[in-house]
Every structure is written in C-alpha cells, then in structure tokens.
T-cell receptor
Framework: KNEVEQSPQNLTAQEGEFITINCSYSVGISALHWLQQHPGGGIVSLFMLSSGKKKHGRLIATINIQEKHSSLHITASHPRDSAVYICAVSKTSYDKVIFGPGTSLSVIP | GAVVSQHPSWVICKSGTSVKIECRSLDFQATTMFWYRQFPKQSLMLMATSNEGSKATYEQGVEKDKFLINHASLTLSTLTVTSAHPEDSSFYIC???????????FGDGTRLSIL
C-alpha cells in the first residue's frame, strides 16, 4: 500500500466547474504539500499546510490531521488549470518529501 | 519569491556519456537539497539528500557511484550521471530547502534521454 494515495487518478471537467482532489496518507507527518506539475515537467509548490485550511486565489487546500486526509479545491476551473496535481507529505517542512501518484486534471473549454 | 534554477532542462546524449545537472537556489541559502527522479507514468521518487559541505545520503537502490552529488556551496548542488545508459533516461528534479516553516522550492526539472 502506498504511503500517499490520491483520488481520482484522472479528472476531466468543464470550464467553470468546482473541482476537488483528495489525498490520504498513512504516515505521521507535520507538513503536507500540494504541487502542480505541467506537461513540460516543471513543478510549482501550491500549498504547504499542517492544519486547517489555506486559500490562494481560486485554490483552497484543507487538511484533517486526525483523519490523515487533505483536499485540494479549485473554484471556477479554467483550461489553464489543466495539469497534474500532486499531494506529498514530509515529517517536517525541510524533510524529504513522499509523493502521491498525482491526479491528472483536464479542464475543457 | 524564492527561485530554484535547474539546468539543463533537456539533454539527449549517447550511451556512455556523463551528464551533469545543476541546481541553484537564486535568492536564498539552501542548506539541504533533494534530488528526485520520475520515470514515465510514475511518481517522483527521492534519489538522495545532500547537505552543504557533507556527503549525500542516498536512498536504497540508488547507486552512489553512478549518481554523483556535490553540494559544495549553499546555493549550488550538482548531480552527475556517470556513464549514462538508456535505462537512466528519466525526468530528474531538484528541490531546495529552506527556512523552517517554508515550503521546499522545486527546480523546473531536467529531461534526460540516453540513446
């Protein structure tokens, strides 16, 4: 069993839809990361959180430490949001990161 | 914001060639840098952790004599794939860290293709 799992694996949405990507993990952590990987491969760090909720623009990330679960929400989705979204965990913010398998999102105009 | 520059972004070379990949932190001191590898349709996997001024720590199954890591300064770490073979073809990405409480910053990655 993978230490970090994500669902769904693939997601296709119409522009404007509200999107949710889920992440569950089985190890003790102090930091959870949400990352965005574009087709060219480059990775952008979207959020790092250890509790509660963070919001940045149309993106919202939540985490429930007791349930070992996190969600990434995208409001008013846009084709430029199309990318692979990766959940990753680390014991501390400066520890090695364990990556989930990623969720491939395609937003259709 | 903080930026990590990784170079080159794309390499195609013949089998047996050694390839060096650089990872630079541009506006912060990176005491720790991580090197990851991603095979097609697979998750990113940690290869090694490098701390400035000391030897890198390699993950199980990663050959330290094949993947040479140097972290001689607080802003630069290099990964050299020695005598590369087609099975080394992969996407390599570094991340640099960091101040406590701040996220790791990732480079743009290097796509390595060995013919």
């Amino acid at each position: 069993k993978n230490e970090v799992e994500q669902s769904p694996q693939n997601l296709t949405a119409q522009e404007g839809e509200f999107i949710t990507i889920n992440c569950s993990y089985s190890v003790g952590i102090s930091a959870l990361h949400w990352l965005q990987q574009h087709p060219g491969g480059g990775i952008v760090s979207l959020f790092m959180l250890s509790s509660g909720k963070k919001k940045h623009g149309r993106l919202i990330a939540t985490i429930n430490i007791q349930e070992k679960h996190s969600s990434l929400h995208i409001t008013a989705s846009h084709p430029r949001d199309s990318a692979v979204y990766i959940c990753a965990v680390s014991k501390t913010s400066y520890d090695k990161v364990i990556f989930g398998p990623g969720t491939s999102l395609s937003v259709i105009p | 914001g903080a930026v990590v520059s990784q170079h080159p972004s794309w390499v195609i070379c013949k089998s047996g060639t050694s390839v060096k990949i650089e990872c630079r932190s541009l506006d912060f001191q990176a005491t720790t840098m991580f090197w990851y590898r991603q095979f097609p349709k697979q998750s990113l996997m940690l290869m090694a952790t490098s701390n400035e001024g000391s030897k890198a720590t390699y993950e199980q199954g990663v050959e330290k004599d094949k993947f040479l890591i140097n972290h001689a300064s607080l802003t630069l770490s290099t990964l050299t794939v020695t005598s590369a073979h087609p099975e080394d073809s992969s996407f390599y990405i570094c991340s640099a860290c960091c101040d406590t409480g701040q996220p790791q910053h990732f480079g743009d990655g290097t796509r390595l293709s060995i013919l």
